[in-house]
Structures are given as C-alpha cells and as structure tokens.
C-alpha cells in the first residue's frame, strides 16, 4: 500500500500565496505520475496539475498562477498557489500512480485532502 499525506493547507486572503505538499510512502518501486485536484463544495472533483516523468500540465484556471514541483528522490510533490481567487477555494487532493514492484501495475492513490480557503 501506499500512502500520501498533504500538509500546507489553510485560509488565506485573495491574492495570497499558499504551499501545498504531499508526501509519499510505504511500498513504492516506482511512482509514474503524481498531481493535486480539487473538490469544492457541490462539484465534481477537477484536476489541478499533475506532473510525469516527462511532462507537466495545468488547468486552465491556475494556470500561470500555479506552479507544481516534484522531487523524485523523496517521493514528494509540492504545488504553489500565487495570486488566489475566491474560486480556488476546495479541499485539495495529492494524487499518485505508482506500483510496489518491477512491472508491476500501476495503482491509484489519493490523500486525505486539506482545506483551501480564499476568502477576506
């Protein structure tokens, strides 16, 4: 099994900055993808970034206001959120496509989710 934990979450004014970080473990051979979506209240969860060994995408809500970062060696993912909007209020999810073995298949996992709030 593997494990994501998410931490940075929280209230923040419109037009400030937050960090969010998501932090991988347990049996991990190899992670493919890893990205962070959303859920706000009434709607369908949305992807918000994610990034591959070879590419990174965004919605285009966030994008250029919202940057993902990945460090491979510690299994972690960041997102940096500048410049938010009432709108990016949700509870954001870490998301991960890894398997625990050689060839093995690849599996989905998600974390808890932690709170965005943007509001004055």
């Known amino acids: 099994q593997v494990q994501l934990v998410e931490s940075g979450g929280g209230l923040v004014q419109p037009g400030g900055s937050l960090r969010l970080s998501c932090a991988a473990s347990?049996?991990?051979?190899?992670?493919?993808?890893m990205g962070w979506y959303r859920q706000a209240p009434g709607k369908e969860r949305e992807l918000v970034a994610f990034?591959?060994?070879?590419?990174?995408n965004y919605a285009g809500s966030v994008k250029g206001r919202f940057t993902i970062s990945r460090d491979n060696a510690k299994n972690t993912v960041s997102l940096q959120m500048n410049s938010l909007k009432p709108e990016d209020t949700a509870v954001y999810y870490c998301n991960a496509l890894a398997n625990n073995r050689y060839q093995g298949t690849y599996n989905n996992y998600w974390g808890q989710g932690t709170q965005v709030t943007v509001s004055s």
């Open positions: 990034t591959s060994i070879s590419s990174t």
């Open positions: 347990g049996r991990i051979f190899s992670i493919n993808t």
